[in-house]
């Protein structure tokens, strides 16, 4: 069955860098597209970007963009997604999401992985 | 590219329906038919209820329906039932090749 399975949590300070890994298990992983959401304390989620499986080119939301990079590991099925300048107010639960080529939609989901921004 | 627009929270007693909106712009919600939706369980990852506005995929209840209209997508989770707690969210796909989504929606089972 499809499994993304992801890193677990992390504390850092401000200023820090994290990476954050999701390994999928169970499909292809060429042909699907693997998309990161995060989502802090009570709050909804936030869309943080995309890796596309054809060409590997990414896109990320403007207010990201110079601070997120998304890279994935063909070899060992492994997605990485690496947040830079960390602040408080990064503090969130990240999540890795799969979707199919060109569907817009996200079908399977990580387990989350909590990251910690604190002095 | 701001959050689409949910209504906080929604209420509704079990067997009754309730409908969930999710307002964004031309550039989103309005121009394309790309609009999915997601439930979460307390502390538990989103789970796909809908994708293409009214679309279901397998294994989802068929309580869950959707539909837009402009601007604006909406949930509609008919016969209410406990399960049915949690947050609700939606999302777009964008004119600027992004995605962006809704603010969420708190559902409570009186």
């Known amino acids: 069955q499809v499994q993304l399975v992801q890193s677990g949590a992390e504390v850092k300070k401000p200023g820090a860098s994290v990476t954050v890994s999701c390994k999928a298990s169970?499909?292809?992983?060429?042909?699907?597209?693997m998309h990161w959401v995060r989502q802090a304390p009570g709050q909804g989620l936030e869309w943080m970007g995309m890796r596309r499986s054809s060409g590997g080119a990414t896109r990320y939301p403007q207010k990201f963009q110079g601070r997120v990079t998304m890279t994935w590991d063909t070899s060992t099925s492994t997605v990485y997604m690496e947040l830079s300048s960390l602040r408080s107010e990064d503090t969130a639960v990240y999540y890795c999401?799969?979707?199919?080529?060109?569907?817009?939609?996200?079908?399977?989901w990580g387990q989350g992985t909590l990251v910690t921004v604190s002095p | 590219q701001s959050a689409l627009t949910q209504p906080a929270s929604v209420s509704g007693s079990p067997g009754q329906s309730i409908t969930i909106s999710c307002t964004g712009t031309?550039?989103?919600?309005?121009?394309?038919?790309?609009v999915s939706w997601y439930q979460q369980h307390p502390g538990k990852a989103p789970k796909l209820i809908l994708y293409?506005?009214?679309n279901r995929p397998s294994g989802v209840s068929n309580r869950f329906s959707g539909s837009k209209s402009g601007n604006t997508a909406s949930l509609t989770i008919s016969g209410l039932q406990l399960e049915d707690e949690g947050d609700f969210h939606c999302?777009?796909?964008?004119?600027?090749?992004?995605?962006?989504f809704g603010t969420g929606t708190k559902v409570t089972v009186l």
């Open positions: 293409d506005v009214s």
């Open positions: 031309s550039s989103d919600v309005g121009r394309y038919n790309r």
């Open positions: 999401a799969r979707e199919i080529e060109a569907a817009y939609y996200l079908d399977f």
């Open positions: 999302k777009s796909y964008t004119s600027s090749d992004t995605y962006v």
């Open positions: 169970g499909y292809t992983f060429t042909g699907h597209h």
